[in-house]
Nanobody, 123 residues
Framework: QVQLVESGGGLVQAGGSLRLSCAASGRTFGSYVMGWFRQAPGKEREFVSA????????LYADSVKGRFTISRDNAKNTVSLQMNSLKPEDTAVYYCAARIFEIATRPYEYRYWGQGTQVTVSS
């Protein structure tokens, strides 16, 4: 079992940057694929990015490709999401999530979730 806590959200102007972090408890962090999802008001939770257990493989939603970068540090039990060139449509609550096995893109495929951190991008 793993517990996840996100941080780093906030208010930023369009074109700005934020770095989200997710701290995980437990000694088996390296066993989990980690993902980032987001949910805007009135919308379904959507996939943003994911990273494999050893960090060797990453996947991004088309909407963030080239602007966001996911990374992980298994020694520190953390996964990060560097978000550049932010747009108002990136405004959402961002969640980190964990699952075993392969990278996946659907929320129901992730077993463990953090409580989320709000990102607001003003125009």
């Amino acid at each position: 079992q793993v517990q996840l806590v996100e941080s780093g959200g906030g208010l930023v102007q369009a074109g700005g940057s934020l770095r989200l972090s997710c701290a995980a408890s437990g000694r088996t962090f390296g066993s989990y694929v980690m993902g980032w999802f987001r949910q805007a008001p009135g919308k379904e939770r959507e996939f943003v990015s994911a990273i494999s257990r050893n960090g060797g493989n990453t996947l991004y939603a088309d909407s963030v490709k080239g602007r966001f970068t996911i990374s992980r540090d298994n020694a520190k039990n953390t996964v990060s999401l560097q978000m550049n060139s932010l747009k108002p449509e990136d405004t959402a609550v961002y969640y980190c999530a964990a699952r075993i096995f392969e990278i996946a893109t659907r929320p129901y495929e992730y077993r463990y979730w953090g409580q989320g951190t709000q990102v607001t991008v003003s125009s």
